[in-house]
Structures are given as C-alpha cells and as structure tokens.
T-cell receptor
C-alpha cells in the first residue's frame, strides 16, 4: 500500500528566503507525482506535475524534483512571499490499474513579512 | 473557462440523515473523482466516475455512492450520516481516466454532521 509522508508538517520563514519542502513515498513504482497548494478552507490548486520519466519541472519561482528510485520529491520555492503562505500537498499516482491519487498530510507554510 | 464547481459550499446535517453533493467538471473534462479531506489530513480517494460508471473505489463503505450524468457532472450521496463523515468533500476532474492528465479540484463542500 502506497504511503506518502511530508516533512516538516509546518514551516515558518521570513519573506525573501528560499525554502525546500520534502515528500517521500514508499512504493517507487509511481506513474507521476503532483504538487498542490491549498489555502484555508479551500480546494486544491495544481502547481506542478512530474511524470515518472522526468527529473524536474519548473513554473516561475517553483521547482519540483523527483528521484523515483529513492522515493523522494522536493518542492523548491525561491524568494518566498507572504502570498505563498498556504498548505502544500504532495500526491502520487501509482498507476498499474489504480486511478487514485495518494496524498501526504501536507506542509503548512507561513511566510512572515 | 469555468473550472470545477461544487455545490453547496457548506452543509449542516444531523446524524442518520442523507446528503447529496454536486460537481460540475472543468470544461472539456470527462472524468470525475471524489475525495474526502478530514481536518488536518490529506484527501482520501472515495471513487472515480468515467463514462457514467464507477471505475474505481477507495476504502469507503457502501453508504457512499455516486452517479455521473451524460453531461459529465456528478453527484456524491452519503446515507445514514455519522459524526465521522464531517469533512471537506472535494471533486476533481480530468481528461480521461488514465494517469497522465493532471487533476483539477473544486473548492469543495464543507459537511458538518451534528
């Protein structure tokens, strides 16, 4: 059974700092990995999708990497801003006949002005 | 271009009652998945609908049922509500039931069971 873990559970940084969020998964036989952002009481906004054959994806100040063999992904946020404050969720698609995403519990990020 | 829309946004029900939640997928999408997110947890997969059929189901009891209509919209029904059913219910849509296309989520329905 696939399990996804995100560390740390919460993170507080001053504005302007670069930061890294971590995600690990127990079964490396994944099809893709997706990073989401969730604002309080809201739905999920897709940030980046990395296919299993890719090593990284970039969008603006965000860069996500994937090391499938070690079961790890990182989300790098450059020059953090207060508007980046949210919970960041990592989810994997295991493929092999399974259509569901398996999510971690998320990392709650606070960027202090 | 409308994204995924869910209704209602909030709902309060009493134990034992039944509830129906609704979802309209993003324009051009034909697959709808439902997730339950308890407070402080990641979303948990309930089921996925494609071509008006349930393609896969997560570890949820039969009290949870769904439907997909010919216009691709979907409903989630929960019978005999329990206090533990209180959660944010998220609908996600995608193009095709496969693994390659990203999921787009709605803002969810907050269900409170008293």
């Amino acid at each position: 059974k696939q399990e996804v873990t995100q560390i740390p559970a919460a993170l507080s940084v001053p504005e302007g700092e670069n930061l890294v969020l971590n995600c690990s998964f127990t079964d490396s036989a994944i099809y893709n990995l997706q990073w989401f952002r969730q604002d309080p009481g809201k739905g999920l906004t897709s940030l980046l999708l990395i296919q299993s054959s890719q090593r990284e994806q970039t969008s603006g100040r965000l860069n996500a990497s994937l090391d499938k063999s070690s079961g790890r992904s990182t989300l790098y946020i450059a020059a953090s801003q207060p508007g980046d404050s949210a919970t960041y969720l990592c989810a994997v698609h295991s493929g092999a006949g399974s259509y569901q995403l398996t999510f971690g519990k998320g990392t709650k990020l606070s960027v202090i002005p | 271009d409308a994204g995924v829309t869910q209704s209602p946004t909030h709902l309060i029900k009493t134990r034992g009652q039944q509830v129906t939640l609704r979802c309209s997928p993003k324009s051009g999408h034909d697959t709808v998945s439902w997730y339950q997110q308890a407070l402080g947890q990641g979303p948990q997969f309930i089921f996925q609908y494609y071509e008006e059929e349930e393609r896969q189901r997560g570890n949820f009891p039969d009290r949870f049922s769904g439907h997909q209509f010919p216009n691709y919209s979907s409903e989630l029904n929960v019978n005999a509500l329990l206090l533990g059913d209180s959660a944010l219910y998220l609908c996600a849509s995608s193009l095709g039931p496969g693994y390659g296309s990203p999921l787009h989520f709605g803002n969810g329905t907050r269900l409170t069971v008293t």
